[in-house]
């Protein structure tokens, strides 16, 4: 069956410009996650959905950083005004559902290599 | 989130097993530990989790000490597809979000 896609797998944007970052999770998945990975690192957590609710955002870096997730299946994640050091691999994650007793693995997308110039 | 550790980097010949270890010594009662792996140029992929007991699935085995404070990933029989950077992860559930560190780099040779 069809994975998690993410779009564009390339951006290259110049300093100050807005991008916007879409995720396609599985379908029927109700939490959906993104991470920021920087060359030679483990991923980093940004923020979290369950359904079309951001439960933490705790991660995003700064006020610059923007997800949502209306309809609660696609998500975007936009930065604005956008700088050298967001250059990075954005990777959109979802799983079945967050919750205890059950484990739901999380399945990740190939990831947007975002370069900022 | 507890903390792992993990080495920078081993190295395998193919067809043998593979044991990698990981350090969790702050580990809660509550904490999954959890692997997965990121081959190059993808995102990672869910490999297997445990909480208490050694555990078993098509790819690889996790045997957890029994006082939770290590636990040891093996690839019974190393691929060269096995070639990627590993990470030990611990957090209350597999829905939860995930704390990676810098993870092992696994290579794999003929």
Known sequence: ?117 | DAKTTQPNSMESNEEEPVHLPCNHSTISGTDYIHWYRQLPSQGPEYVIHGLTSNVNNRMASLAIAEDRKSSTLILHRATLRDAAVYYCILSVGGGNKLTFGTGTQLKVEL
Do not use: M
């Open chain 1, 1 to 117: 069956g069809a994975g998690v896609s993410q779009s564009p797998r390339y951006k290259v944007a110049k300093r100050g410009q807005d991008v916007a970052l879409r995720c396609d999770p599985i379908s029927g998945h109700v939490s959906l996650f993104w991470y920021q990975q920087a060359l030679g690192q483990g991923p980093e957590f940004l923020t979290y959905f369950q359904n079309e609710a951001q439960l933490d955002k705790s991660g995003l870096p700064s006020d610059r950083f923007f997800a949502e997730r209306p309809e609660g299946s696609v998500s975007t994640l936009k930065i604005q005004r956008t700088q050298q050091e967001d250059s990075a691999v954005y990777l959109c994650a979802s799983s079945l559902r967050q919750g205890w007793g059950t484990y739901n693995e999380q399945f990740f997308g190939p990831g947007t290599r975002l370069t900022v110039l």
